[in-house]
Nanobody, 122 residues
Framework: QVPLVESGGGSVQAGGSLRLSCAAS???????MGWFRQAPGKEREGVAY????????YYADSVKGRFTISKDNTKNTLYLQMNSLKPEDTGMFYC????????????????WGQGTQVTVSS
C-alpha cells in the first residue's frame, strides 16, 4: 500500500490558484509532513512543512504569504493551498512524511508520494 498519494496538480495561468491534497495511509505515523517542489534539472526543495502534533507550520521564503499548508486529521490528508501562482512555481510537487521532527530538508523525510505536476504559464 502506497503510504502517500498526491492529487490536485494541473496547469494554470500566473496569478491563479491550485489546491494540492496528499492522502496518507492509516498505517504510518507522521509527526511532520511537508511539501516539496522539484523543477526540471533542479534539486528538490522544501516548500512548507507542518508539525502535526502541535499544528505549527513553516514556509520557504519564496512562497510565504502565497501558500498555506494544513492537515485534516479526520481524513488523514495534507493540503497545500497555492495562491498567486508564478511561473517559477512550476514543477513536480511531492508530499513527504516522517515520524520524527523535521524541517525543509528532503533527507529528513522517509515517506514520499509519487508527485503531482504543477505548471504555471505566464
Amino acid at each position: 500500500q502506497v503510504p502517500l498519494v498526491e492529487s490536485g496538480g494541473g496547469s494554470v495561468q500566473a496569478g491563479g490558484s491550485l489546491r494540492l491534497s496528499c492522502a496518507a495511509s492509516g498505517n504510518i505515523y507522521n509527526r511532520c509532513m511537508g511539501w516539496f517542489r522539484q523543477a526540471p534539472g533542479k534539486e528538490r526543495e522544501g516548500v512548507a512543512y507542518i508539525n502535526t502534533r502541535i499544528g505549527s507550520s513553516y514556509y520557504a521564503d519564496s512562497v510565504k504569504g502565497r501558500f498555506t499548508i494544513s492537515k485534516d486529521n479526520t481524513k488523514n490528508t495534507l493540503y497545500l493551498q497555492m495562491n498567486s501562482l508564478k511561473p517559477e512555481d512550476t514543477g513536480m510537487f511531492y508530499c513527504a512524511a516522517t515520524q520524527w521532527l523535521a524541517g525543509l530538508e528532503a533527507g529528513q523525510y522517509n515517506y514520499w508520494g509519487q508527485g503531482t505536476q504543477v505548471t504555471v504559464s505566464s
